[in-house]
């Protein structure tokens, strides 16, 4: 008599199970990249500057805010009704729509922010080349990538591009390391605490894109997962994180306080680290890797904006050239290049974080007074 191997992906709905898991995994490592990304775009924009040398510590501030809004996430996902995603499990279907509204002009922020980095990064390897193709190029490459099926697209290019762009940057920081000194980590508080502190402020908006996935409208299966296994997007958050630690320690073993907050352009501090360096194989390696990195994120970024003002608009199917229009809003920004943009900028993008956290802890308060009246009425009944 033979035996009989049983596994369990020998049935459908184990091969079936696999298969979201699988792409809610892609889906969190998309949503960590896109930190990742605005982490990079924030130590160049505003941290190098204004923060210097101890920015790490920065950092390493935002965990707690991190982990409170992905346990305000969990909260949110474990109490979503069959059906229903979790904002609109809180708050009813039609006050929904208000914050999906104003959820999406948060991705629209680091959509914005994203482009414009890019642009400043393409400014600095081609000097000479116009900035108003270079954008226009970027928006309608994107739009490309966000014309057929972006919900699943987008995080199996994720799965793909993680590695190739962990590898291009692991090549240049190996590259980088024979060219650093101990001494530029002191002095060790930079300019002082408060900096450090404003720092932290500065980059909770930047850290808060990986709570996301736990919250925003998905299919019923990814959602379901999310609710029963909400850890799965907080592991690559915290890499994400891990990762951003990691370029900031490496970014000051090549700089020193004065010349990390020397007045530069955005596009050499995004390239600092291979600036550092004679080598051209790792300045291009780094230019390829970021190249890609930003444009997965921006993307993303418009992709979840779009999807947001469409389900705010009562829209159940996708506007095709909804994508294409917010990245045209984008271009003025990066192609017009004043000073009075970087400002708003760097004045707007820190407030990412409030309104996240603000945004959240409605929700919370809204899903918790909503479950304690249907409890009352069970009781009741």
């Not at 605005?38 to 790490?56: D, K, M, N, R």
Request: hydrophobic share 55%; proline share 5%.
């Amino acid at each position: 008599m033979t035996g009989k191997t049983v596994s369990s992906v020998s049935t459908m709905d184990g091969l079936r199970a696999q298969r979201w898991q699988a792409l809610g995994r892609d889906q969190s490592a998309l949503a960590a990249m896109s930190v990742f990304a605005q982490l990079w775009i924030s130590f160049a924009l505003y941290l190098y500057g204004h923060v210097s040398t101890p920015g790490a510590f920065s950092l390493l501030l935002t965990l707690p805010y991190l982990l409170l809004i992905w346990f305000m996430g969990r909260f949110l996902a474990r109490g979503a009704k069959q059906g229903e995603d979790a904002v609109a499990s809180a708050v009813g279907n039609k006050a929904a729509k208000a914050f999906y509204f104003l959820f999406s002009l948060l991705h629209f922020m680091d959509a914005q922010l994203t482009l414009y980095a890019f642009c400043a990064v393409a400014g600095d390897v081609m000097p000479g080349h116009s900035a108003l193709s270079t954008t226009l190029a970027v928006a309608l490459l994107c739009f490309a990538a966000l014309d057929r099926d972006p919900e699943n697209v987008l995080p199996r290019l994720a799965r793909l591009l993680k590695w190739a762009v962990g590898a291009l940057l692991l090549y240049c920081a190996l590259i980088a390391l024979p060219y650093g000194k101990t001494a530029h980590f002191f002095p060790l508080l930079g300019f002082g605490p408060s900096t450090i502190g404003k720092g932290a402020f500065w980059l909770c908006g930047a850290v808060s894109g990986g709570v996301w996935p736990l919250i925003l409208p998905q299919s019923g299966e990814i959602q379901r997962l999310m609710a029963q296994k909400p850890r799965i997007c907080l592991k690559p958050w915290l890499i994400s994180v891990g990762a951003g630690l990691a370029m900031y320690g490496l970014s000051v073993w090549l700089l020193p306080v004065y010349a990390m907050a020397r007045p530069q352009s955005l596009g050499w501090r995004m390239l600092a680290v291979t600036h550092m360096t004679p080598s051209v194989p790792a300045w291009s390696m780094e230019v390829m890797g970021l190249f890609l990195l930003l444009l997965l994120s921006l993307a993303h970024s418009v992709f979840l904006s779009a999807k947001l003002i469409e389900r705010g608009a009562g829209k159940k199917k996708r506007i095709r050239f909804l994508p294409l229009l917010l990245l045209l809003l984008l271009c003025p920004a990066s192609i017009l290049k004043l000073p009075s943009i970087n400002l708003f900028l760097v004045s707007a993008a820190p407030l990412r974080g409030v309104a996240a956290l603000g945004l959240l802890a409605a929700l919370c308060l809204c899903s918790l007074m909503k479950r304690k009246k249907e409890s009352a009425a069970e009781d009741r009944v």
